[in-house]
């Protein structure tokens, strides 16, 4: 059983920086693809990016690409998102997902299972 739990998240103005955590325990976190959604209010939850943590393959979503970065430090069992000129459409609950693919098309057929969820983090973007 893989537990996840995420910090970071605030109340920024847009342009500013923001980086979330993604803390694992109850396994290793190089066995798994780790990564991010997020959920505005009133919209579905949407995949952000992913990590393999074994090899560093990267998925980032078209909207975030350029200014989100993923990364993995195994040795803490963390992985980080660091966000970048942040718009105020990026607020949303963050959410760290396990066996989240790194595959573009995965997520553009929706053929993928999450198998471990955060209980996510608040990132609101407002001047």
């Known amino acids: 059983q893989l537990q996840l739990v995420e910090s970071g998240g605030g109340l920024v103005q847009p342009g500013s920086s923001l980086r979330l955590s993604c803390v694992a325990s109850?396994?290793?976190?190089?066995?798994?693809?780790i990564g991010w959604f997020r959920q505005a209010p009133g919209k579905e939850r949407e995949p952000v990016s992913c990590?393999?943590?074994?090899?560093?393959?990267?998925y980032y979503a078209d909207s975030v690409q350029g200014r989100f970065t993923i990364s993995r430090d195994n040795t803490k069992n963390t992985v980080h998102l660091q966000m970048n000129s942040l718009k105020p459409e990026d607020t949303a609950h963050y959410y760290c997902?396990?066996?989240?693919?790194?595959?573009?098309?995965?997520?553009?057929?929706?053929?993928?299972?999450?198998?471990?969820w955060g209980q996510g983090t608040p990132v609101t973007v407002a001047s």
């Open positions: 997902a396990a066996n989240c693919p790194v595959l573009r098309l995965s997520y553009m057929t929706k053929r993928y299972k999450i198998d471990y």
């Open positions: 109850g396994s290793t976190v190089d066995l798994y693809q």
């Open positions: 990590i393999n943590t074994n090899d560093g393959t990267t």
